[in-house]
């Protein structure tokens, strides 16, 4: 039982580099979030699917792009990373919007 | 309690004893609510959830309660237990299939020998 799973698992980048972020999910969910968690602000999302081959924008999307290109994957990248990038991202799926399952999180560090 | 926000309060209860901890939520439009257990260095953990149309929902050792008319949203953890030291969020989604869910801060719960 993987669920949600979420590679790397921590991660540091010097500023203006580039990376991506992979979830990929066993669950067959239709929906599937990027989350960003800093410290004293709970989790604010960054992008989100409600299916293969559609992406949407969440509350704090600037300086992220993200893909779905197959069912079970979802790609959240990075073109020119800045410290205030810094942060936790969890990866989520679900049925439907509502209950998420949530993977164990990268943790990034820009310099 | 917690609130969207509002920064990260603590709650400290002797193991045995009942938790209660609390959120407030803004949006009168909510009509779905969900509570997730956070332990250090994990991923969110799916706890309980309600939907508007009830007052109160149980589960194993905990309850959620759901006061609409304050906007107020409570979960009870009875006979806390060590392993249940953990930051928890409560999240709060409007109706529409289009609306996603808003997370609360977290409340830091410790639970002491």
């Known amino acids: 039982n993987a669920g949600v799973t979420q590679t790397p698992k921590f991660r540091v980048l010097k500023t203006g580099q580039s990376m991506t972020l992979l979830c990929a999910q066993d669950?067959?969910?239709?929906?599937m979030y990027w989350y960003r968690q800093d410290p004293g602000m709970g989790l604010r999302l960054i992008h989100y699917s409600v299916g293969e081959g559609t992406t949407a924008k969440g509350e704090v999307p600037d300086g992220y792009n993200v893909s779905r290109l197959k069912k079970q994957n979802f790609l959240l990248g990075l073109e020119s990373a800045a410290p205030s990038q810094t942060s936790v991202y969890f990866c989520?799926?679900?049925?439907?919007?509502?209950?998420?399952?949530f993977g164990s999180g990268t943790q990034l560090s820009v310099l | 309690g917690e609130s969207v926000g509002l920064h990260l309060p603590t709650l400290s209860v002797q193991e045995g004893d009942n938790s209660i901890i609390n959120c407030a939520y803004s949006n009168s439009a909510s009509d779905y609510f969900i509570w997730y257990k956070q332990e250090s260095g994990k991923g969110p953990q799916f706890i309980i959830d309600i939907r508007s149309n009830m007052d109160k929902r149980q589960g194993q050792r905990v309850t959620v309660l759901l006061n609409k008319t304050v906007k107020h949203l409570s979960l009870q953890i009875a006979a806390t237990q060590p392993g249940d030291s953990a930051v928890y969020f409560c999240?709060?989604?409007?109706?529409?299939?289009?609306?996603?869910?808003?997370f609360g801060s977290g409340t830091q719960l410790t639970v002491l020998p």
């Open positions: 669950m067959n969910h239709e929906y």
């Open positions: 989520a799926s679900s049925t439907g919007n509502e209950k998420l399952f």
């Open positions: 999240a709060e989604k409007p109706g529409g299939s289009a609306r996603q869910l808003t």
